[in-house]
């Protein structure tokens, strides 16, 4: 687990954000501040959504409550119910407040309430500073996991955080968008796991729904659901492309071997169709993997047809990620779960100050409870966001930042008490302009 940062005083000229602004007050022990809580505690009687494969609890979900909050899917303790309004200030402790690069600032931070301690780290992001870029990020290909400090170091970054659900005990490829500014569309969905994070082409955030529409040009026919997704769609197609990595045989479609076809494209034809899934190789080229009804449709494509993919993120972002729910929109809060704790990452737009907010609470540790997706969405507002979405949380939530000493290292307190592997990331770089 990481030390603890000492305590400093802000300078002036970097003043902590005004949530911030009140003094400390003396700490106490901390009071019990949750119970644990199980299957009793769903109104169906049903098992956690981690004793199932992830996209299995999805495809299941109907309710906010239903959705996982993490990608380990751990149901997280029960928040004590409170007794007094859920606004207004706490028992706050400025701990650090630094300058990452010019337009981008590091705030840590305590917080004490009746539900018990917590710890708070921000990134505040100047969007129009000039030589800061905000972008995907992640170890080079969409099937491979590796530590936020890996993912960052690849793109030369000097601050970030964990980003998009993955499926964490098979594929390892992240459930939803993505769009690296470099390397184009990565990952994808036409519907299902699409409330994204994203730069418009004119260099503006966004927060909202973001699907992928992939057709074939000579089919325009045939509907792909899914590109390069941790699994098919039920009855649907999915596009694999050299991005993925290697193959992944039946895991891509849950396990169904029967009524499921792979089409093989080199060289804008078909080489391949078979109902065979290959497992552990390399390839080039595109591969197409259907599903049921996608299956059937699949084995229309006859070897030597000509097969022409277009790809289009609605609205053509310049980058994109996605998480799985939307905390605020327009200013409103739009979560309403304020029973569930655990450590929480989440990315937010400011528009009066142009600034992207990136957000961790520490949970499942002595000195930080978690956060509900209430209490998230609450911090979030009080900082300024207009627009936030949450990411990732549990031992996932990760934020890694420049230091004074200039180097770049994990700030928060990852609750698996080391950094998890993860599928991608929001990096944040600088590059000092010229002249």
Known sequence: MLACLPVIIAPAALAAPVHLAQPARPSAEPAPWSVRADASDRPDGAKAPGATPLAEALRAATTEGDVPQTSDGVRGPVARPREVAPRGPGDESVRRHWRVAPGVTAT????????????????????????????????????????????????????????????????????????????????????????????????????GPLPVTTTIKQRPGITITNVNSPSVTVAGIGLYTPSWGTTSGYRITDGQQSHVRMVRIKGGKVIRNTAKLPTGTRFKGRMLVGRGQGADALKKLRKGAPVTFVSRASGSPAMAITGNQFLIDDGVIRVVDDRELHPRTAIGIDRDTHTILLLVVDGRQSFSRGYTMVEMANLMQDLGADEALNLDGGGSSTMIAKRPNGKVKVINSPSDGRERHVANAVSVTYTAPVG
Do not use: C, M
């Open 108 to 207: 840590v931070w305590d917080e004490r309430d009746e539900r018990g301690p917590i710890r708070a780290h921000l990134l505040s992001i100047d969007w129009e500073q000039p030589g800061v870029g905000i972008d995907y990020a992640n170890d080079g290909r969409v099937s491979r996991t590796a530590t936020l400090s890996t993912i960052l170091a690849r793109d030369k970054a000097i601050a970030g955080v964990n980003g998009d659900f993955f499926d964490i005990g098979d594929t390892g490829a992240p459930l939803g968008v993505g769009r690296d500014r470099q390397r184009g569309l990565l990952h994808g969905r036409l519907s299902g796991w699409n409330s994204a994070f994203s730069f418009d082409p004119d260099g503006r955030p966004e927060i």
